[in-house]
């Protein structure tokens, strides 16, 4: 039998070796799994860092210094400001002054305030459709307004040019033709409102074929201390203290009061009065419109 006692002590040693063998080893197994546990999460961090950057740097529109020259956005075209234009049809609604309809004038079955509401509307349409304007009416027929209320509706609506359409009359049949009442020189619009009425007086003498009345249709209307009706032709410059039309004097802005012709006459009436009279007239309007704010004087 072997000596146990003898071979005891070499045993134990071999033990103790094979231990300590098993235990660096696994101390370095250690030691690599850490290292590679290391390097996975570094990796981790740096593809998000990697990941993270482009994400903060897009998070805002890149401004024009970030963009190549040759693909710059065009600018936003910014919209043009447009025109206030006031139009006043002349009469309607129930004066309560008189208790009845305002209709103005009236003959062979027409009334003033039918027609200068059509015309009116007409042009508003014609204005409306044109991008450069934006019509306002100063009434629509439904309600009695004073000019004075008139007037008040233009200036808030911040016009640039106020239109007041009417039609005159006579006892007499055979009085005819257009005048044309601009703001007067008292008013700082009176230079502005001459050329404009230049303008509507000859196209409407050119293209319609009416008569003018005075020097060249363009006329100045004043009230005396007995509020009767002065007239003076526009050549006559001198500043008066005598007020004109409310609508004119109220409305803060070059303006005029267009007497057509005389709903009273025959021809006149053919001229402005008819249907399609008025769809020619508020297309003389328009184009007396866009030409006063392109800058045209009439000769």
């Keep these: 039998m072997p000596n146990r006692t003898a071979v005891q002590p070499y045993s134990s040693t071999r033990v103790m070796q094979r231990k300590c063998r098993r235990k660096r080893r696994a101390r370095a197994v250690q030691r690599v799994l850490y290292f590679l546990a290391a390097l996975l999460v570094a990796g981790a961090v740096g593809l998000v860092l990697y990941q993270g950057a482009p994400l903060r740097a897009h998070a805002a529109p890149p401004g024009p210094a970030d963009v190549p020259a040759d693909v710059q956005p065009a600018p936003t075209a910014q919209p043009a400001a447009q025109f206030v234009v006031a139009i006043d049809p002349g009469h309607g609604g129930v004066n309560p002054n008189i208790g009845a309809e305002d209709w103005g004038s009236e003959a062979d079955g027409l009334r003033e305030s039918d027609i200068t509401l059509r015309t009116a509307r007409l042009l508003y349409d014609k204005l409306a459709a044109d991008g450069r304007f934006a019509p306002v009416l100063t009434a629509d027929g439904s309600a009695y307004l004073k000019p004075s209320e008139r007037a008040a509706a233009a200036r808030d609506a911040g016009a640039d040019l106020l239109l ?46 009416l ?57 006149d009436r053919e001229m402005v009065c008819r249907d399609d009279a008025c769809e020619r007239a508020a297309e003389v309007y328009y184009a007396c419109i866009v030409r006063f704010f392109e800058g045209e004087v009439e000769q």
């Design 164 to 209: 007041s359409i009417h039609l005159n009359c006579d006892a007499s049949t055979a009085t005819h033709g257009l005048e044309c009442y601009a703001a007067p020189p008292h008013l700082a619009a009176n230079a502005e409102s001459v050329r404009f009425g230049r303008l509507v007086t000859a196209a409407f003498r050119d293209e319609l074929g």
């Design 211 to 267: 008569t003018l009345r005075g020097q060249d249709g363009v006329r100045y209307l004043y009230f005396d201390a007995n509020d009767a009706r002065v007239i003076a032709e526009s050549s006559d410059t001198t500043p008066r203290t005598d007020p004109t039309f409310t609508v004119l004097e109220d409305c803060a802005c070059p303006a005029v009061l267009v007497e057509e012709g005389f709903i009273s006459n025959a021809a």
